[in-house]
Structure formats: C-alpha cells, structure tokens
C-alpha cells in the first residue's frame, strides 16, 4: 500500500542555521532553527497549506508569515532573518551546492568546477561575512587562484580564472534568489575587472592547432572499436567531443536520404539554437553498427569498450584453458571503480591520450579534431560551408535558412577527412 502524502512537510535544519520546509516544490525559510518565531511561522505555514488543499495559494508571500506569527506569540514583527545568525560565506556556498546538484546533474565536469570552487572559498573566507566579501576580498581570491588555485600543478590559464572568478559572482547572485544577501553585494562584486593579457602572471592559453591525421591515424590502431567510430564521426562531422559521446539512436533522423543527427544538448542549446549534424560518408558508416540497441540507450558505452578489451584479453590468452585462473574468474566483486554508460569528454580524451602514450605520437586531444575538420573543409570549399558544418550560427534560423545550412553542411562533411 502506498504510503499516504504528508499533510503537514517536515521542517530541516539548513546550514545557514534557519529552519527550511518545501512545500509546492518551492524552499521556505522560517528563521533560527527551533526558535519559537520560527516554529509559529511554521505553524502559520502548515495551516495556510492544509487550509488551500495541501497547496499553496498562487499569490502566497512568505513576508505574511513574520505578521501572524507575531499575533501567534503576543509580540512585535520579527524578520526572518535573525539578528544572532549572520550570514557567512560559508552559507551562501552551501545553498549554491544544493542548486547545483540540479542544475549539473548530467555534467559531471561542471559539477567537479564548482564543487572546487566552493571548497576554495570556503578554505580561504568560509567564516567571513557574506556582506564582507567584497570587490577587494574576490580580488584577493583571485591572486590565491594565480598562486596555486591548480593543486601545485600547471598554473590556471588567465581566461580559465576569469571564468572562475565570473563564476563566484555567480555564487553569490545565487544566494541573492535564495533571499540570504542582498544584491547590491553581488553589484560590488561585478567592479572587479577582468584579468587582461600581459598584466599578470597568470600564463596565456595557446591558440589550439588542428590535430596530425598521421597521428591521429596511428591513435587509432590503439583504440578499442568504440572509441575509433568516436573519432571516425568526428572527424567527418566536426562535431564537439560533447556531442559524440552523448549520441543516441533517437537523436537521429533517418527518414530520409542523409541521416540527421540533432543533438540533445549543445553548446548554445540554452539559447534556443537548434543543430543539425549531417552524417555521410563516413560517419555513417561508423554509426551504423552502433545503432542496434535501445533508442534511448547511448551509443558509445565503456561497458562495450571493456568487454571488448576482455575478449581480446582472453583471445590472446597464451596460459591454457586448463591451467592458471579461469576467465573472468579473478575479477573484483567490488571494484574501486565501474564503467558508466558513456563516454564524457574527460573519459574520451584520456582514452585517446593512452593510446596516442601507446603509439609513441605527439599528444593531442579530441577538441583538435573539430579543428582538423575545419581547416579541410574551409580550404576545400571555403569558410561558409565550414560554418555550415560546425553549426556557427548567430540568429535562430527560419526552415528556408535551416534547410539551406543542412545542404551546406552536407556538402562539407563529403569533403570532410576520414581516418
């Protein structure tokens, strides 16, 4: 049987030191935690709720609650937030690592970034005000990132810190929705101007080269299947390492003569942007052995790619079958780690790291491919189908544009290298 809907939601303690409750899918905070106000305003709250049918009324304001619970206690207003629990920093990072388990929950790289991040800032200025980390104390952050904002290893690039320190202003803003600062912090914040190049000593990023077909070729030799048709697609395509390792066999148009791949996520998705990759040649090829199983499923999974390398493993056996451990019978009934069902840009370019180690190349990375791709294609048949085919746009495109791009881009990807 299942278990009936609470009619009253529990109250949490939340690391700002107030109590928290959601109701509606929407956080309410009550003030210090177990403090008699904000147990009245609890209790205000339950009874609006159950009073609506276990719902919220549309127009409902939290600041409501501050006046009835006063009556509710025989006193004056009380704000919610209490005088005796200053917010720090330490609070506003906390409320944004709660968002951000949301918002990054399929972007494992964004995730780590801002789990750092937060680690950081609450390492250096955790107990400080939050209203006193200002402009001066953000820059003082930014030199600690100059210094050894990397562990001890390579310096972080100027822009990558510029990003980092936009991202803190985005921490704090966060906090502004969630009514712990005001915004006139988070307006003080915005006047620290950027790292600019040749005024610091944080190191500039090179200017990424196209990758060596050779080099790229030779890779390949050291690759399992599923990492090869990664490359082989994305050489012909242009596409981002991003885009390949979430391909499904939904995301693929195959109505029609040219297969159409549309990504599910991209790098301007957010904006409304649409992309449409043409997969020809090549990349069709590649594709189609990948294509046989669920639509949803991800076609390029390390749970296939370590399979494979078992079954080679055990091809190449040299021990007999009647001698030493019988296969698969030395494997780890909990291991340290498990394959994931794909592939994301980290995993994909380490594979291909190793096996560039293995091949004795120079080392290159799967962004240069996209590249590689470029440069071809832009000398082939010029900078207009090279846009066509990384899908450089700057407006959201009518069906006369979009069908004209795909042509465009059909005809790059045939001109296109392949591995």
Known sequence: MARPKAKAPARRYHISGQSIVTLDGRDIYLGKHDSPECIARY???????????????????????????????????????????????????????????????????????????CSQLEEQFGEVLAQDF?????????????????????????????????????IFRHAVAGELIGIDLVHRLETLEALRNGQTSAPEVPAVEPANIEDVRKTAEHLSPIIKAMLRIQIATGARPSEICIMRPCDIDRTGDIWIYHPSRHKTSFRGKAKAIPLVNDAREAVTEFLQRAP????????????????????????????????????????????????????????????????????????????????????????????????????????????????????????????
């Open 296 to 419: 949803d499923a991800f076609c390029f999974s390390p749970k296939e790619a370590m399979a494979w390398r078992h079954a080679v493993a055990a091809a190449n056996r040299v021990t007999p079958d009647s001698c030493g451990n019988r296969v698969g019978s030395n494997r780890k009934e909990t291991p340290k780690s498990v394959p994931r069902d794909r592939y994301d840009t980290s995993s994909y370019r380490q594979a291909i790291q190793r096996a560039a180690r293995r091949a004795s190349v120079r080392q290159w990375h799967p962004y240069q491919l996209r590249h590689l791709t470029a440069t071809v294609v832009r000398a082939a048949l010029g900078i207009e189908e090279a846009r066509a085919l990384l899908g450089h746009s700057t407006a959201l495109m009518t069906a006369h544009y979009a069908r004209e791009s795909i042509e465009a881009a059909t005809r790059a990807a045939a001109a296109a290298p392949k591995l």
């Open 43 to 117: 209790a205000v709250l339950i009874g609006i709720y159950q009073s609506g049918g276990l719902k919220l009324p549309e127009d409902f304001d939290p600041a409501e609650l501050d006046h009835k619970a006063a009556t509710l206690l025989g006193v004056a207003d009380t704000p919610a937030q209490q005088a005796d629990q200053p917010v720090q920093v330490q609070h506003v990072t906390a409320l944004f690592r709660e968002h951000i388990k949301l918002k990054y929950a399929t972007v494992p790289q964004e995730m780590r970034r801002h789990e750092r991040l």
């Open 134 to 170: 200002g402009p001066v104390r953000l820059k003082s952050f930014r030199e600690f990132l100059i210094r050894e904002g990397n562990s001890g290893k390579k310096p972080l690039a100027r822009k990558y810190i510029n990003r980092l320190v936009r991202c803190v202003v985005g």
